[in-house]
């Protein structure tokens, strides 16, 4: 039988500032001196933020365990774990596994760093702590808001490579941007119908809500748009159910209804399809359906942590091919739980789940048993929590985004734990008064083993960017400092496969061909789907006059990639070298069984033929 405590259960200042500023760090910041200026030093911060926030767990676990909700999320939250460690067991490219992909960097230490903060999160965020969650959204929110202004009006103090619409804030896409103020916005848009605060600093938050909205607008990126409409629209409904509810009601059945309509309009259906459809959309119809057939070929370990590229060609739909191009691929699923069942396995993806389920049930119930301005704040974090979801739907799991949803899933649970007065979670001090070591010793050493798996990292990300600022193909001069450079890449296993195949082909280019090229052999042996790799290797073999190696090669592209005419075609011209015309008849009947109608068959027949 649970223990209750009349006493009102208090939040934890110093896990606080790590739980609440720790994601504030991952949100806000980046260095572009790095060669992923954006995931690889978010997911550094994350790591060192969850390190330390072990400490404070296990010193309060026996607190928190009178607590049946705490039980019950700690086991969901434990399974997820274990599941991607079965996942990461059976992750065939270990360092992919483990820190993911490039420029993803969702890895096996991003998500286990993600559980322990929501693990932090439920032990310590109570009631009292909001007020210091909203205002550190405020903060990151103003912050993010106005550097996606100085962005859109040309006064972003770096000159980034970019492709995109130029509000990318401090997460590298407009997409992740516009998810991001969304999120925040919904958090301060409950500061703002919160009478708990001062007049002023609502009427300020309430401005700063507006522009950021204006901000999504200018993003280009509808899912911001939708996501905080969806966000607003629940605290609003909350806020005016407490004034009466009939209008509580009519706001839930107007809410509902526009929300169908704009879905059903971003689905191409319904009178708001010129408004919300974007050809993206269709696009992530493709992603998905790649997703579910990984998941039902490898259905208990997926294909692998953050392995989703690497598979993606041989699972995609032929049509995908055809109309986006033979050469395009994707390394997500943009839509995280199928990105999680992928990827993961069944395991992942139902835990995964089963945490949203059980804190959607734990909040709803949450709800009802508030009220007042304690309804308003609980209604804020479930609003920005639904928000982060409804983003993720179309979406990837951006490590600044996806720190603010776990953290937010936990405080949820915190906040329920809180509201039934089951347990307190600040520590009493010992009898004799002395000082608790425990934590800090604990935190100390989880601290410092992450702090041996993100040096290597760093200096990684480091030399790779170094060898591309001195890379000047066909002069010498700098030829020996990016061989340096380079070789420290190369010889880190601690370096992404992707940044080991630029330091590769950066030496080639160089001048250093055969080292160059058996790097590149080295890196094909150990991820034989590493596609880019097959590709430089088939083309330098065929510069160098060795077709039967940039053969091998095509049919090995052909292997995971079926669809890609252009690989068949280099394929069959090959032959045609070798005056093989039984195996160009081949490639050209290959060609023709699913691009028969695209302009390259008929380059084909004229080169084959």
């Known amino acids: 039988m649970v223990k209750k405590i009349p006493k009102k259960p208090i939040s934890n200042s110093g896990p606080l500032w790590w739980i609440i500023g720790g994601a504030v760090a991952v949100t806000l910041y980046f260095n572009s001196q790095f060669q992923d200026p954006f995931n690889s030093p978010k997911m550094w911060i994350l790591m060192i933020c969850a390190s330390w926030l072990v400490g404070h767990i296990l010193n309060e676990?026996?607190?928190?365990?009178?607590?049946?909700?705490?039980?019950?999320?700690?086991?969901?939250?434990?399974?997820?774990?274990s599941?991607?460690?079965?996942?990461?067991?059976?992750?065939d490219i270990k360092i992919v596994g483990l820190i993911g992909e490039n420029f993803r960097r969702n890895g096996f230490l991003t998500y286990l760093s993600l559980s322990i903060i929501t693990l932090a999160a439920a032990t310590f965020v109570r009631s009292d702590g909001i007020k210091r969650l909203h205002n550190l959204a405020f903060f990151t929110l103003l912050l993010a808001t106005t550097y996606g202004q100085m962005q859109i009006n040309g006064h972003d103090f770096i000159s980034w490579a970019n492709n995109y619409n130029a509000i990318i804030s401090t997460l590298g896409n407009p997409n992740f941007a516009s998810a991001l103020l969304a999120i925040l916005s919904v958090l301060v848009y409950g500061l703002?119908?919160?009478?708990?605060?001062?007049?002023?600093y609502r009427i300020t938050a309430g401005v700063l809500v507006i522009i950021s909205l204006w901000t999504i607008y200018l993003s280009n990126s509808i899912q911001g748009l939708v996501a905080g409409a969806l966000g607003i629209w629940i605290i609003t409904t909350i806020k005016l159910n407490q004034k009466r509810k009939i209008?509580?009601?009519?706001?839930?059945?107007?809410?509902?209804?526009?929300?169908?309509?704009?879905?059903?309009?971003?689905?191409?259906?319904?009178?708001?399809?010129?408004?919300?459809?974007?050809g993206s959309v269709t696009?992530?119809?493709?992603?998905w359906n790649a997703g579910i057939e990984m998941l039902k070929a490898n259905l208990f370990s997926g294909v692998g942590i953050d392995r989703y590229g690497a598979y993606f060609k041989e699972y995609r739909d032929v049509n995908y091919s055809l109309k986006y191009g033979f050469e395009i691929m994707s390394n997500n699923a943009h839509n995280v739980p199928i990105q999680l069942f992928?990827?993961?396995?069944?395991?992942v993806g139902t835990f995964y789940l089963a945490i949203f389920i059980f804190t959607l049930v734990t909040s709803i119930k949450l709800l009802k048993e508030s009220n007042g301005t304690n309804q308003i704040k609980y209604g804020s974090i479930f609003a920005a929590w639904l928000t982060y979801h409804a983003q993720s739907i179309i979406s990837i799991d951006n490590i600044g985004l996806s720190v603010w949803g776990w953290i937010l899933t936990g405080s949820l649970i915190g906040l329920a734990i809180g509201n039934n007065g089951e347990v307190v979670t600040k520590s009493k001090p010992s009898r004799n008064n002395s000082i608790n070591l425990k934590q800090p010793i604990i935190s100390g050493i989880v601290t410092a083993l992450a702090l041996t798996l993100i040096v290597p990292l760093?200096?990684?990300?480091?030399?790779?960017?170094?060898?591309?600022v001195v890379f000047r193909p066909g002069q010498s001069e700098y030829s020996q400092i990016l061989k340096e450079f380079s070789d420290k890449v190369l010889a880190s296993n601690f370096s992404d496969p992707v940044y080991k195949v630029q330091a590769a082909t950066y030496l080639i280019d160089a001048?250093?061909?055969?080292?160059?090229?058996?790097?590149?052999e080295k890196i094909h042996k150990s991820d034989p789907r590493e596609l880019p790799t097959l590709e430089f290797l088939a083309m330098a073999n065929k510069n160098l006059g060795k077709i039967d190696q940039a053969i091998k090669y095509r049919k090995e592209i052909y292997k995971y990639d079926k669809w890609n005419a252009r690989n068949l075609l280099s394929l069959g011209n090959l032959y045609k070298t070798q005056g093989d015309k039984e195996n160009m008849a081949l490639v050209l009947g290959q060609i023709k069984s699913f691009a028969s109608n695209d302009p390259i068959y008929q380059t084909a027949v004229a080169d084959l033929s």
């Open 61 to 81: 676990l026996k607190i928190s365990l009178n607590s049946k909700v705490f039980i019950i999320f700690l086991w969901l939250v434990l399974l997820f774990i």
């Open 83 to 91: 599941a991607n460690v079965f996942a990461f067991i059976n992750t």
């Open 192 to 200: 703002v119908l919160n009478t708990g605060y001062v007049k002023i």
């Open 247 to 278: 209008l509580g009601k009519s706001s839930l059945i107007i809410g509902l209804t526009s929300f169908l309509f704009a879905i059903f309009g971003i689905l191409q259906i319904g009178p708001l399809q010129a408004i919300l459809y974007k």
């Open 283 to 287: 696009v992530r119809g493709y992603y």
């Open 342 to 347: 992928a990827t993961g396995g069944i395991f």
């Open 458 to 468: 760093y200096k990684s990300e480091v030399n790779v960017r170094k060898a591309l």
């Open 511 to 520: 001048g250093y061909i055969d080292y160059g090229l058996n790097e590149l």
